[in-house]
């Protein structure tokens, strides 16, 4: 636990406040170590989790429009139409995602 020492108001481990079997871990050596991650490891975490929400997005909108092409083509084939999905291709220009 981070506070202040009693005695100097400088940040510290209260001795006072920890539980006897984290005082004895911390005696003994054994106190887990707590660590913050880099900024390029947030930087790289929070754009993970973007390229996710993106991708999610990016699913929800062909399915979308998978659903609407099967309902407006099932009169003919009940296949999937490429040219419902509105010439999208993916970043390497190689068909549809």
Excluded: Y
């Excluded at 020492?5 to 940040?11: D, H, L, N, Y």
């Excluded at 106190?31 to 490891?41: I, Q």
């Excluded at 999905?85 to 068909?95: A, E, I, S, V």
Aim: proline share 6%.
């Amino acid at each position: 636990m981070q506070s202040e020492s009693p005695r100097t108001g400088e940040p510290g481990v209260d001795l006072c406040s920890l539980p006897s079997s984290s005082l004895k871990l911390l005696v003994e050596g054994r106190f887990p170590k707590l660590s913050m991650p880099t900024v390029a490891m947030r930087d790289a975490r929070q754009l993970l989790g973007h390229r996710h929400k993106l991708v999610q997005m990016r699913t929800r909108l062909k399915n979308q429009l998978q659903h609407v092409s099967l309902k407006e083509h099932s009169n003919r084939s009940g296949r999937l139409v490429k040219s419902a999905l509105l010439g999208m291709t993916n970043p390497k220009g190689n068909g549809i995602w």
